[in-house]
């Protein structure tokens, strides 16, 4: 059965890329199978694993279902760990979903044809709430949400919470969310976490503001391959404890066909 | 979705380093740091996974089941905890056990070699540094012993990355061009199962002898008795160590080949000494009997528990319990019967009989000289005569021995076909082979049937006086009703069968081949 994980923030700026980086690293590494698709028009989580941000044919003709997803793939330095990379065309995604039938099973028309291969699936969305992260919602068996401990960080999680409660059709979502780029010397930062550790949808597991994961963007690796033992990789690999334990625990939702396929990965 | 691999060999001369060199000149590469592997490689008894193109490797963290030729892997799961044998039911329910599962069904694994290996990983490069080629320079040894190392032929593992095609095509070109390379012809863990003595593949307890046309048919018994003897011995020890019931399963079917063998061809033999060895190959067969049984009602159990109703199920625990525990006590019996020297006497005995069996006199021995066709085409003509014969004695209220007799004829009738087929026009054989098949099937289900509902029934005394005893019977009840239910219907297919195998066209087929 695929897991498929949205990270997922109205707002931006919140370390999604990184978190979909690190995560899907930690998982592969883990000796899961993993697909990241690079679902932000600006590529970044592309260039971090330092994969072109091309799709032949872009995104229109891949939402249409008139690419075969399989053939876009690319494989990563890390040899379970896949990309569906990111393309510029992505910022008129909207109007590609627009423009096929339903309009928010897009993403995961998509998906039903290569997901089956990998344990878990993480998108890597851009922010704001469009029909390209209805077609998110609609995909993702959990949204995971970033949370920079600021009022305004907080207020966009309650929008996007009602937003999922009112506005998405059942079977919805999970949301969990977890705090992101933590400065424990700020006193406003230590309140937030305060306030947030009894929510049942926020994890326990944070990461820290870390010069290690700003150095990502020169090192264009993921933390495990330069800095494995330092505080802001341990954070990730402590998140993704903690939430493969929640997906555990959890129903993936079942209103696709996913986990026929089987991949065959490189030597043991 | 699979990212292509390719295994070729290094020649003498050029190690994993100089490869890397090589290919330096034309790509970027970088080379990481050397590391040793540790591999030992399961299959079962008879080389079920390798006939299936797999091979399973404990790498001591894990276990995988991998592609045979390029180890690309299918599954993985936890590492073997038993150093010694791995039961495919044992594994925890995933992708591991349902591919294992289908082909090694109730074998156990066990561990067949163990590769050491030096290997250095070299990735090839493109512009943004991105790993394109993954390249891994193996140079194995065979571990032979406590400090014993057999070196094996060095290789190169290349695989291609996904959505990177083109790289992995230059660079193979490139290491055609530079280095001339070949491909790997047998993959490290036969080559390695090879320098330490074995056979890639296990070992076999298939007839597979070619007999010669117009050979003396006492040449010809001793070529089919010899292979019979070989994997009657081949099979004690892990009959022995229990480690699966497929060892005492293929000695005993080597053993009751052996006895038809001997009854059919009695004409080859001298009749003494002939004598003492059929009382010798009976009583083992007799020694292995129960054992069998028990193991067939055990590997049917849940089969056979499955045709209740779910509720009731549960039932009939004390029923297996009570199974495992007269296997338990009858594998005793057996084992010390297997280890006696009385065992050890005949197996010998019947070694040193075969050997001098062409060069004894003749004198008592009316077939050994004549062409093989001949003895077995008279043989095989003659059973199948009595077999007609039998079942057409058989109306609706025949006794089931005489469908019991007649099942044991048609056994004698196989195994004459499966030791001398290849004597005959396949034209001949082949139908009849398919028809028997049919009979015999039917056969089978009718008289198993019989068998499995006595044992149930023997066994309704002691069930009784368990705790939850009463629950069990009446579950045993209901199973005792399905399999004479299904007795019945093998019953009622028996004059169809029959009727093929007994057809006039292969009644005159048999006379003008064999009569």
């Not at chain 1, 592309?46 to 690419?67: D, E, F, N």
């Not at chain 2, 005569?385 to 004829?409: C, F, S, Y």
């Not at chain 2, 009979?439 to 023997?458: H, M, S, W, Y």
Request: aromatic share 4%.
């Amino acid at each position: 059965m695929t897991n498929v994980i949205a990270l997922y923030n109205i707002k931006g700026g919140v370390g999604k890329t990184s978190a979909a980086v690190n995560l899907a690293w930690t998982a592969a590494d883990e000796g899961a199978r993993v697909l990241l698709w690079d679902l932000d028009p600006q590529g970044a989580a592309s260039y971090l694993l330092r994969i072109r941000p091309k799709v032949r044919g872009g995104g229109a003709k891949l939402v249409r279902g008139k690419s075969d997803p399989t053939a876009l793939l690319k494989g990563s330095d890390h040899p379970r760990l896949d990309l569906l990379p990111a393309d510029f065309s992505y910022r008129n995604m909207d109007l590609a979903l627009d423009a096929t039938k339903r309009p928010t099973e897009g993403l995961d028309r998509v998906l039903a044809q290569i997901a089956g291969d990998y344990d878990y699936v993480f998108l890597d969305c851009a922010p704001a709430i469009s029909l390209a992260s209805e077609s998110v919602f609609f995909a993702a068996d959990v949204l995971l949400v970033p949370l920079i401990p600021t009022p305004l960080s907080l207020h966009a999680y309650d929008q996007l919470r009602g937003f999922v409660a009112d506005e998405v059709a059942k079977p919805r979502p999970r949301i969990l969310a977890f705090l992101s780029m933590i400065d424990g010397r700020k006193a406003l930062h230590r309140s937030v976490a305060g306030d947030l550790a009894a929510d049942d949808g926020v994890l326990h597991s944070t990461i820290p503001a870390a010069s290690d994961v700003e150095r990502m963007g020169s090192q264009r690796r993921a933390l495990a391959q330069f800095a494995p033992h330092r505080r802001a990789a341990l954070a990730y690999g402590a998140l993704w404890t903690e939430l493969r334990g929640r997906l555990a625990d959890g129903p993936t939702r079942s209103r696709r066909a996913r986990g026929s396929g089987r991949s065959r990965r490189g030597p043991a | 979705m699979d990212p292509a691999h390719t295994q070729l060999l290094l020649p003498d001369g050029i190690d994993a380093s100089a490869a890397a060199d090589r290919l330096a000149a034309h790509v970027a590469v970088v080379t990481q740091r050397a590391h040793r592997t540790d591999r030992t490689f399961w299959d079962t008894f008879d080389g079920r996974l390798h006939a299936a193109g797999l091979a399973l490797v404990d790498t001591g963290s894990r276990i995988a089941l991998l592609d045979a030729a390029t180890h690309a892997e299918r599954a993985a799961g936890d590492h073997a905890r038993s150093l010694r044998r791995l039961a495919v039911a044992d594994l925890p329910a995933g992708e591991l056990r349902d591919l294992l599962d289908p082909v090694a069904e109730m074998r156990v694994l066990t561990p067949i070699v163990r590769v050491r290996s030096r290997v250095l990983p070299v990735n090839v490069l493109d512009d943004l540094g991105k790993i394109v080629v993954r390249l891994r320079a193996e140079e194995p040894t065979v571990v032979a012993g406590k400090d014993a190392r057999i070196a094996l032929r060095s290789r190169l593992n290349v695989a291609g990355v996904l959505g990177y095609e083109a790289d992995y095509e230059r660079v193979l070109g490139l290491l055609a061009g530079e280095l001339d390379l070949q491909p790997v012809a047998v993959p490290v863990q036969d080559e390695a199962v090879a320098a330490v003595g074995g056979v890639a593949g296990g070992t076999s307890s298939k007839l597979r002898v070619a007999l010669a046309p117009g050979a003396r048919a006492d040449v010809a018994a001793v070529t089919v008795l010899r292979r019979l003897l070989e994997i009657i011995e081949v099979n004690v020890p892990g009959t022995l160590a229990d480690l699966d019931s497929e060892y005492l399963h293929d000695l005993r079917v080597a053993v009751r080949r052996s006895r038809a063998l001997q009854r059919e061809l009695r004409g080859v033999f001298p009749p003494e000494p002939l004598r003492v060895f059929r009382d010798g190959f009976r009583e083992l067969q007799v020694l292995t009997g129960p054992t069998r049984d028990l193991d067939v009602q055990l590997l049917e159990f849940a089969d056979l528990a499955a045709t209740l109703p779910a509720e009731t199920v549960p039932d009939v625990a004390p029923l297996r319990e009570l199974l495992e525990l007269r296997l338990g006590a009858e594998r005793a019996k057996m084992v010390r019967g297997l280890r006696s020297e009385r065992t050890r006497a005949l197996l010998d005995n019947w070694r040193d009989f075969l050997d001098a069996l062409v060069d004894s006199p003749e004198d008592e021995r009316p077939d050994a000289a004549r062409p093989v066709e001949d003895v077995a085409g008279e043989r095989i003509a003659k059973v199948y005569r009595q077999m007609v014969k039998m079942g057409r004695a058989i109306g609706p209220d025949t006794p089931h021995e005489a469908l019991h007799d007649l099942r044991k004829k048609g056994k004698e009738l196989r195994y004459l076909l499966e030791f001398f087929a290849s004597l005959y026009p396949s034209e001949v054989v082949k139908p009849m082979v398919a028809t028997l098949k049919g009979l015999q099937d039917v056969l089978g289900r009718f008289q198993d049937r019989e068998v499995q509902a006595d044992a149930l029934r023997a066994l309704g005394d002691d069930i009784a006086a368990l705790e939850g005893g009463a629950a069990a019977l009446m579950a045993m009840g209901v199973l005792v009703g399905h399999l004479a239910a299904e007795q019945e219907q093998a019953r009622e297919q028996f004059d169809e069968r029959f009727e093929r195998f007994a057809a006039k066209p292969q009644r005159k087929l048999v006379e003008q081949m064999f009569g």
